[in-house]
């Protein structure tokens, strides 16, 4: 998005009934304070709020999460921006200085001024503000690109030195595409269906979608739905999954034998697995939250995979080793899809950027090199160790494979070109690694190494 307000309309949530302005903005609020203001994570607050708004129609809670996600990506870029053209503005009452912050974002992003200040009633001085917005973004681009840059990607300073230094001439076009809406992607469970038979039972419901370009297991759901809403998804046929994840499970090429997801959470890569694995042999699932779990019991019995041992492990200490001893050098394949900064999925996680500091990525990367030497003992001689995260910084990715690697020298570094499509594994690989970013794969972006054990 370029920092100048666009004279187009936007592309507003389609909807046979217009949007009643007053119940998404009121909406919208709640959500955006319950954020701001109160610390929640996005996701929760806007699924408690549309949970407490049971009238607002389909188009409407739709524009509601929209408006609120569009915001939390350009926090930094309006919150700049109306400092300057708005007098005041720092000094504003919360609900007031949210409701201007909602109207810029909208203006930023596509939609009239005059047409925004109306439906939501600003007043005047407000009003007034919204048609100052070019002056801003023309002083903003007027500023050097060093202190420009944080402000334009909305990035905190820390972060935005970081993708300056390691992306390069990259780092504006990788901003700007941290700051577009993810698309909807889901993953088919082969074990129920091929992927040209999930297009067609999709296509069935309605829904426009096409095959992802990357990802063989891939489709792109394009008509703007509630997926979890279709039979196809209560039939078990998909999952919801970024097409970048589906390359790193990509990357275990797990047998049918013992295979270990060791940070397996709710459960996503664990599922994946599983339909490669055909259901057969022995597929751990590990973590430390038995809450997450439990959701991947329930998505299993959707899928109807039956191969998977779901184990809660502690997260540290003498009993955290005993929890796995029994699987000390007998996996074949043992997945680490490591906590991280999260950085590859600010699309989707826009709030998570400002919750990051560079101690938080510190003790990440700790936290990283604990969890790969803690779970490396469980890979048998000739098996794999798969180590991934959904970050972009090379401190949480390749640094970390370096230092395991110097550390535990029998292991040694499989390239992953050699495990994926030859038609994509040029695309998406730099010097053996899995490397996905928005801004050149449209996916969130992914790190992935595979480690070989030596026999």
């Given amino acids: 998005m370029s920092p100048h307000p666009s004279r187009k309309k936007s592309n507003a949530p389609g909807a046979a009934r217009p949007l009643r302005e007053d119940l998404v903005t009121q909406a919208a609020l709640e959500a955006y304070g319950a954020i701001r203001h109160e610390g929640r994570l996005a996701d929760r607050a806007l699924d408690f709020m ?115 230094e390691q992306l390069g001439a990259e780092a504006e076009r990788a901003a700007e595409a941290m700051n577009e809406r993810a698309p909807l992607t889901a993953r088919v469970n082969t074990l129920a269906a091929t992927r040209e038979q999930l297009v067609h039972r999709l296509r069935e419901e309605g829904v426009d979608c096409r095959p992802t370009g990357l990802s063989p297991l891939g489709i792109t759901l394009q008509t703007r739905i509630n997926a979890f809403s279709l039979r196809a998804f209560r039939d078990g046929l998909f999952e919801l999954q970024d097409e970048g994840s589906q ?31 055909k259901n057969r042999g022995e597929l751990f699932a590990l973590d430390v939250d038995e809450g997450r779990l439990e959701e991947l019991r329930r998505r299993a019995r959707r899928a109807g995979v039956h191969n998977t041992r779901v184990r809660v492990i502690p997260a540290t200490g003498k009993e955290a080793v005993a929890a796995v001893a029994d699987l000390a050098g007998k996996a074949d394949r043992v997945l680490v899809d490591a906590p991280c900064s999260g950085t590859g999925t ?62 535990h020298p029998e292991f040694s570094v499989m390239p992953a070109e050699n495990l994926l499509p030859p038609e994509i594994a040029s695309n998406v690989t730099r010097d053996g690694y899995l490397r996905l970013f928005p801004h050149l794969h449209g996916t969130d972006g992914f790190f992935g190494a595979v480690l070989v054990k030596a026999k």
Avoid at 257 to 277: E, H
């Fill in 346 to 407: 600010f699309r989707r996680k826009p709030d998570a950027r400002y919750r990051l500091t560079s101690e938080d990525l510190t003790s990440y990367v700790q936290r990283q090199k604990e969890l790969l030497a803690r779970f490396s003992v469980m890979v048998k001689p000739g098996g794999r160790l798969i180590y991934g995260t959904c970050s972009i910084l090379r401190e949480e990715n390749e640094d970390v494979v370096a230092d395991f690697v110097r550390a």
């Fill in 247 to 277: 390359l790193l499970g990509m990357l275990v090429d797990p047998p049918p034998t013992r295979v270990v997801d060791a940070c397996a959470g709710a459960g996503g890569k664990t599922l994946q697995l599983a339909a490669f694995m």
């Fill in 50 to 164: 549309l949970r407490s708004h049971r009238q607002l129609f389909a188009s409407e809670r739709r524009a509601v999460a929209e408006r609120v996600y569009a915001l939390l990506r350009r926090q930094r870029t309006v919150d700049w921006m109306l400092e300057r053209v708005r007098p005041g503005f720092v000094q504003m009452t919360a609900t007031p200085q949210d409701l201007l912050r909602l109207a810029a974002s909208r203006v930023l992003h596509g939609e009239s001024a005059r047409e925004v200040a109306r439906t939501q009633r600003l007043p005047d001085e407000d009003t007034a503000a919204l048609s100052r917005l070019p002056d801003a973004a023309e002083a903003l681009l007027a500023l050097p690109f060093e202190e420009r840059f944080p402000i334009q990607a909305s990035l905190p300073n820390f972060l935005a030195q970081r993708f300056i």
